[in-house]
């Protein structure tokens, strides 16, 4: 089940390093959350939906930087996964994320939380 999670996580990646926002929508699940806390130097927390994550994608706002992946670990239970991933890049900043997997109706792994932490 590690492999599946580290696929779907691998996935979407790469398809943020290449703004598909159609791939990301099949691999986001509908509720997707990205929660922001303190996010570059903010003083609050952000919580961006998952239209507004696309529609930032599309306005080039955010993704197109290809990232190498790391995975600090993967606890899984029953149909629910928590991931510690480090993104890294050579040119731009290095990200930890915590990432919130449940796997929908077909058995297929969602990412339906996602909690970055720019390491700069």
């Known amino acids: 089940m590690k492999n599946q999670i580290e696929k779907a996580v691998t996935s979407i990646e790469k398809a943020a390093a290449n703004r598909n926002t159609k791939q990301l929508t099949e691999f986001l699940h509908k509720d997707y959350r990205v929660i922001a806390n303190r996010f570059k130097g903010s003083e609050n927390a952000v919580i961006i939906s998952k239209e507004t994550y696309l529609q930032m994608m599309k306005d080039k706002k955010i993704g ?14 029953g149909h629910t996964a928590i991931v510690d991933v480090l993104y890294s890049s050579e040119i731009t900043s290095d990200m930890h994320k915590f990432l919130v ?14 909690i970055p932490i720019v390491m700069e």
């Open 64 to 77: 197109g930087t290809s990232y190498d992946i790391n995975f600090n670990d993967i606890k899984i239970s």
């Open 101 to 114: 997997l449940i796997q929908d109706e077909n058995n297929e792994w969602k990412i339906v939380s996602d």
